[in-house]
C-alpha cells in the first residue's frame, strides 16, 4: 500500500493556491514544481501538533545547527552516505534567498556562471545580487546536461569568479555524476572559483541514478556551499525553510556574522515540518520516488503513442520534464498547450530565446497524466 494519496481537483484546488488556484475552470495545472498528493502524514502530524500548541512565533534563532541542523544530517548520511556536521548547516527562507545570501556573503563582485537552461527565479540572482550573469547554454541537440567543461573554463579565464550549479537539474533532470562534478570542480579551483551548489532536487534522484552532493567531492570544502530543502520533496515550499550547508568552519564562521537582516526570514512552521520530514518522512519519500518513477515511464509511453516527435532527455530526477516539441512547428507551444486545455511552462522562461520547449509537471495522478498528454498532442497536431 503506497503512502502517495492523490488529491482530487477540489482537494488540490485548495490546497494549491498558486498551481491550481490560478488556472481557469477546466485547465489541468502541470506547471509550477507543486504536486498534486497530499502531504505526508508525519509532516502533517507535526504541523498540526505545533499549531495546536500555538507554535506560531519567531522560530529559535539559531544561526547554524539546532533542531534543523541535527535533521538534515542525519538525512543527508542516510540517504546520500555523506557525513554533514549539524553545526555547518545554516537555517534560511528557503533555497532562492540561500543562494542569493551566499552570493552576497562569499562570492566576488564579479559575473556568475548560469548554465541554461535554468530555473527561472534563478535568472535574477545575478542582478540582485550586484553582477552579471554569463550563460552557459547547453547543446540544446544534445543528449545531456553535461555542463561544457571548456566553455566553463573560458568563462571563468575571462573573469567569472562563481558557478551557479543546479544539481540535479531543473528543468533538465538530469543528476550529475561524481566524474561530471569533478571536471567542474577541477575547473573551477583552477581558477580560484566559487560554487554555490543548489540541490533542492537531491532527495527526488529516480532509480538508476545517484545524488553526489558537490561538498562531498575531496577538495570542495573551501570553495562551495550547497542550498537544500524537504521543501520540494515534501512538497511544503510555502513554509518558508531551506538549508545552507557549508563544508567548513570558515565559511560557516562568515555566514553566521552577516547581519541578522541578511538571513532572518525562515518560519517556525518551516522548521518544524522540515524537521518531520527529514526524521520521520523516509517511508513517505521511498513511494514518493516510486510513483514518480511510474509517471515517468507512463509519461514515456504517452510520448511515444501520442507526441512521437517530442524529445524528451532522459529525466533522471524531479517531475519535470523538458520537452523539445520543435518538430510541431508552433512558436509557443505553452500557449497552444493553454487553448487545449493544460497549462505547462513555456521554455523561455528558464531559457530567454530559446522557443519550442515547455516544461511539464508529471507530479500528479496517472489519470491526469494521461489526460494531460492526450490533450498536449490534440492542440500541437491539430487531431481530435
Ligand atoms: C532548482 C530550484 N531551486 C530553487 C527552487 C525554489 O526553491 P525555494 O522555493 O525554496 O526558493 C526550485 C523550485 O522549484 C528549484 O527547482
Excluded at 540544446?140 to 567543461?149: E, F, R
Excluded at 579565464?157 to 558557478?163: H, K, P
Aim: charged share 25%; net charge negative.
Amino acid at each position: 500500500m503506497t503512502l502517495i494519496r492523490d488529491l482530487t481537483d477540489d482537494e488540490a484546488r485548495a490546497a494549491l493556491v498558486l498551481k491550481w488556484g490560478t488556472v481557469e475552470p477546466g485547465v489541468i495545472p502541470a506547471w509550477v514544481a507543486e504536486m498534486d498528493y497530499a502531504v505526508a502524514e508525519p509532516v502533517g502530524a507535526a504541523l498540526r501538533d505545533a499549531v495546536e500548541r500555538g507554535e506560531v512565533g519567531y522560530p529559535a534563532f539559531v544561526r547554524a545547527g539546532g533542531p534543523i541542523g541535527e535533521a538534515y544530517a542525519g538525512f543527508a548520511r542516510r540517504h546520500f552516505g555523506t557525513d554533514v556536521p549539524a553545526d555547518r548547516v545554516l537555517p534560511t527562507a528557503d533555497v532562492t534567498v540561500g543562494v542569493r545570501v551566499a552570493l552576497e556573503v562569499l562570492s566576488e563582485r564579479a559575473p556568475m556562471v548560469l548554465p541554461l537552461p535554468a530555473y527561472d527565479p534563478q535568472h535574477g540572482l545575478a542582478q540582485v545580487t550586484g553582477r552579471e550573469q554569463w550563460d552557459l547554454p547547453v547543446d540544446p541537440d544534445g543528449d545531456s546536461y553535461v555542463v561544457d567543461l571548456d566553455a566553463l573554463d573560458r568563462l571563468f579565464a575571462r573573469g567569472a569568479r562563481t558557478l551557479l550549479l543546479t544539481q540535479p537539474h531543473n528543468p533538465g533532470g538530469h543528476v550529475h555524476t561524481r566524474a561530471e562534478l569533478e571536471g567542474i570542480r577541477d575547473v573551477v579551483t583552477r581558477h580560484g572559483g566559487r560554487v554555490v551548489s543548489d540541490e533542492i532536487h537531491g532527495p527526488l534522484v529516480l532509480p538508476g541514478a545517484e545524488h553526489v552532493s558537490y561538498l562531498s567531492l575531496e577538495g570542495t570544502a573551501d570553495h562551495a556551499v550547497a542550498v537544500v530543502a524537504a521543501s520540494k520533496a515534501f512538497n511544503i515550499p510555502g513554509l518558508k525553510c531551506a538549508q545552507i550547508v557549508t563544508g567548513d568552519d570558515a565559511t560557516r564562521d562568515r555566514l553566521v556574522a552577516i547581519p541578522m537582516a541578511q538571513n532572518d526570514s525562515w518560519g517556525s512552521l518551516g522548521v518544524v515540518a522540515s524537521v518531520a520530514a527529514y526524521d520521520e518522512g523516509d517511508a513517505w519519500l521511498a513511494d514518493l520516488v516510486e510513483r514518480l518513477d511510474q509517471q515517468r515511464a507512463l509519461l514515456g509511453r504517452l510520448l511515444a503513442e501520442h507526441l512521437p516527435e517530442a524529445r524528451m532527455r532522459q529525466l533522471e530526477a524531479t517531475y519535470l520534464a523538458w520537452l523539445d516539441l520543435r518538430a510541431y512547428g508552433h512558436d509557443d507551444p505553452a500557449a497552444v498547450i493553454l487553448r487545449g486545455g493544460v497549462q505547462v511552462s513555456p521554455g523561455e522562461s528558464y531559457w530567454p530565446g530559446l522557443p519550442r520547449h515547455v516544461r511539464l509537471n508529471i507530479a500528479t495522478s496517472p489519470d491526469r497524466l494521461t489526460e494531460i498528454v492526450g490533450r498536449m498532442a490534440a492542440a500541437l497536431t491539430g487531431a481530435p
